[in-house]
Every structure is written in C-alpha cells, then in structure tokens.
C-alpha cells in the first residue's frame, strides 16, 4: 500500500496551471458579432479571389503538344519509329514581346505518379549516399532492384521512368538559328538539393558506383547524366531531382528550364522560333500526351485561375448567408425584443 508521503509526492503543485484553474475566456455567438463577421469575411475572400483572378488572367502561358499522335504533327516519324535518337522540330511564332523571366516546362498526361507502389519505389537510403545501399536495395525497389545480378543504381521505378526528352530552343532571324540560353541550375527545391538527396563522398564519383549497374531504361549511368557540368552528376543532378519529386495528379508539368539570361532575359522577343526535340521518351503505349509550356509568374505563382474562383465562391457564400441570418433574426427575433 501507498504511503501518504509517497502519494504527496507524486501530486501535482498545487497551481493555478497544473489544477486547471486558469481564467477562460469563450465568445458569445450572438446575432450581432456573427453577422456582420460574415459580411466582413466574404468581403475580405471576395477581394482576395478578385486580386488572385485578374493576376492570373495576365499571366502568359503557351502549351504545345509535340506528342505526334497527328499524321501531320512534326513529331510523328519519331513516335512511330524505334529509331533511336530520332529529332524533330517544332515551329511556333509570337506576335509581341512574351515577357520574363520565363519558365520552360514539359508535362504530361494520364501519367499516374501518384500509384502507390510506383511512389514507394526508391531507396532513400541510397539516394542519401549510403554506400551500404548501393549493394543491398530496398525490396520496395523492386522488380528494378537488380539486373544480371548487379544491383541496380538508382534502384526503383521511379528513377528508372526518368523523363530523357531534350530540348533546344532557337530564334528564327533571317533564315539563320540563334540559340535562346536554357538555364537548368536551380530548377529543382532547395531541400532535395541540400539535404534530401546526396552523392557518396567518394571521389572520383564513378568509383562509387563500381560494381553496380544503371537502371534498365537509362542511356548512360548517374554520374554521367550531365557531361558537361560535374557538379550536376548523380543524385544531385537538377533534371533527375525535379523528377524524383512526384506529382499529385494524372496530368502534370515539371520544371525543365528557365529563360532568364542574356538577350533573352526580359523574355522572348516577338518572331519564329523552333524548338528541337529528341524524341526519347515512349507515352504512346499508355495513351499519354507530351506538352511544353511556357509561362511567365506574378507575385502569386504561375497561372490558376481556380484560386481565384475559389476565393470568389467562399466569399459570395459567406455575404450570402449573412443576408439570410439577417433575414431570420429580423423575423423571428425582433418581435420577442419589444
């Protein structure tokens, strides 16, 4: 049995924080706050979802589909062929200055990211530059966790359905092409950068990888996916980060480029322009479509125009049961006040 000393003990203080003897505070719902805080809520939405509307509606995008389904779609040969490294051109002008800075994007449809299995293959731990990972996948990676017997590196689905189509952007000038600078640095989140994903601290990078294969799908390994930039190789490299981040929805567009440097930096100038495709990468097979977009961002992002509605319809239904509140009190309560 429990002394009465030992009881004491275990007590909580007696203060006014501990035994629950604060001062409470709790509102009054009465006619008079309730109403009028509806009116100045559904003001307050209305005013938001007209800024975000008309900020939206001055937002530039411009979405070609190359796909290639379409007999006379400048992309067909290449989505009915299995030539590989096939490049097509795709032409499209612009009457006046579409202003910068400008974000290239490639999308696609009925591409479901967000199946579970698909989300869940990959190996963290590989992709934080554990070296002990590299020779022991994730069963979750697989069926892309080994191939001939060699691990596989990055392991998992998603990595292995990396996006591969390329793009080079020209302007038209007299017959002659003039390169428009695609700037990849940054593209993807600060976070997977810097933190998340990780290169083993091996150097030369290759070394890590020894004993090890690329996935089934991919061209050439990961610390030689940018030849040009070494510090853009492995599981740091932007292009491969950006899509390792998977999207929500069955149709998407992930960040490719950036138009901000040199003539172009205030945005493309009005003219022709053609944009050269190699054509890597198969969507026929599932149904799926292939886009590019261009966009140029306000304060408020790119272009969605549903926040605005959104915004629009709360606070219209928020002014709208005011009234009818208003309506009910003046029948039904008035009278008891007299």
Sequence with gaps: MVNQEEES?????????????????????????????????????IGIGVALFVTSRSITVLEID????????????????DVKNCVCKVEFSIDKLFEGPLFFYYGLSNYFQNYRKYGASKDLSQLSGDLQNFNDPTDECAPYAYDNKKPIVPCGAIANSMFNDTFKLYQMIKGTKKPVTLDGKGIAWWTDYNVKFRNPSVTPLKNAFNGTTKPPYWPKPAYELDP?????????????????????????????????EGDYAKGLPAGNYSLEVA???????????????????????????????????????????????????????FPEDE
Excluded at 314 to 331: D, E, N, W
Aim: net charge positive; with cysteine.
């Design 66 to 81: 190359y796909t290639g389904v379409e007999k006379n779609s400048p992309c067909f040969q290449c989505s009915n062929t």
């Design 9 to 45: 003990a275990n007590r909580p203080d007696n203060t006014a924080f501990t035994q629950q003897r604060l001062p409470a505070w709790q509102p009054m719902l009465s006619a008079g706050i309730v109403i009028p805080g509806f009116v100045i809520i559904g003001l307050v939405f």
């Design 279 to 333: 054509y890597n990468y198969p969507v026929l097979g599932f149904g799926g479509r292939k886009t590019v977009v261009f966009s140029n961002v306000s304060w408020m992002g790119g272009k969605n125009e549903f926040l605005g509605i959104a915004y629009l319809v709360i606070g219209s239904l928020c002014v709208f049961m005011s009234i009818v509140m208003l309506i009910v009190y003046a029948k039904f309560k």
């Design 228 to 260: 040009t930039d070494p510090a853009n190789n492995g599981f740091i490299n932007q292009d491969f980060l950006v899509w390792m981040r998977t999207a929500a929805l069955p149709n998407f567009r992930k960040l490719y480029r950036r138009i901000t």
